[in-house]
């Protein structure tokens, strides 16, 4: 009985998880970042291949990464500074 309960609710856990919630604009950037439109180029190149390779996984990262960092100077955000990620020689 407890493992059906758990299957049953497995859904409801899981969909509440997927995307960031809040209207701040932390979440809504995180939103728009995995609906920018060269973070959906990089995602349906690598379905049409069948798998990701280490350069396809870093362009994905980054694109998201630039997507958000984008996002929050539209909406007047600070964001701290850093430094650029290592670029795998491929």
């Known amino acids: 009985m407890r493992l059906c309960v758990a299957w049953l609710l ?3 856990v899981s969909g ?3 995307y960031p919630t809040g209207n701040s604009p932390q979440a809504v950037c995180r939103r728009d ?3 920018d ?6 995602t349906i190149a690598q379905m ?5 390779s ?7 990262r980054q694109a998201v990464h630039d997507a958000y960092n984008k996002c929050l100077r539209q909406h007047g955000v600070e964001f701290r500074g850093g ?3 290592v670029r795998p020689a491929y």
């Open 33 to 35: 970042a995995l609906d």
């Open 54 to 60: 280490g350069k396809a996984k870093f362009d994905y």
């Open 83 to 85: 430094v650029e990620p």
């Open 37 to 42: 439109p060269a973070v959906k180029q990089i």
């Open 48 to 52: 049409n291949s069948g798998s990701m």
């Open 10 to 12: 497995l859904p409801l």
């Open 16 to 18: 509440c998880a997927s």
